[in-house]
């Protein structure tokens, strides 16, 4: 599968912001995009960033935890998903999460690791973690020649911002 990746340090809150935003500016229509890392590694807060770019007020964005989804309309809609409290696989796909693949919507998955066998094979996947400085690291991969030209664009987004 052809692959492209890119490494994003966040130094505060205001630098997750800037890549929320590059991200609801390149992400197309019907992308996938997988969220894992540690408890507390910013996965509702980039999601929150990427909402809030895409015209959905932030306060609306919270850890679909319990619910185990969200929907949010803005100027495009968004599934925010949440596997981390799912039994199973089998469980995700009883939620009817993969549905909501493909279609008009963009789609945010936190704890996509515990689902990875019912993901698109093409995705973006990014894996948080938590730096000794309190910074994190956003390691960004593209899976599948959809996804790789938004390595790139990314890149061109962060190095203006």
Excluded at 20 to 31: F, K, R, S, T
Excluded at 102 to 121: H, M, S, T, Y
Aim: hydrophobic share 45%; charged share 25%.
């Amino acid at each position: 599968m052809t692959r492209a990746h890119f490494t994003y340090r966040a130094g505060d809150e205001a630098a997750t912001e800037r890549l929320g935003q590059a991200l609801a500016e390149v992400l197309p229509i019907g992308c996938v995009v997988a969220l894992d890392g540690p408890l507390g590694a910013g996965k509702t807060r980039l999601v929150q960033a990427i909402a809030a770019s895409c015209g959905v007020d932030r306060r609306d964005v919270v850890s679909p935890t319990f619910v185990l989804m969200h929907e949010y309309q803005g100027t495009r809609p968004i599934v925010h998903l949440d596997a981390y409290r799912l039994r199973d696989a089998d469980e995700f796909l009883q939620l009817g999460a993969p549905e909501t693949f493909g279609g008009a919507n963009l789609v945010l998955i936190e704890w996509a690791e515990r689902v990875a066998n019912c993901l698109p094979n093409e995705r973006l996947a990014i894996a948080i973690s938590v730096l000794p400085d309190d910074a994190r690291q956003f390691k960004i991969e593209a899976l599948g020649v959809p996804y790789v030209p938004l390595i790139k664009q990314l890149r061109d987004r962060l190095s203006r911002a």
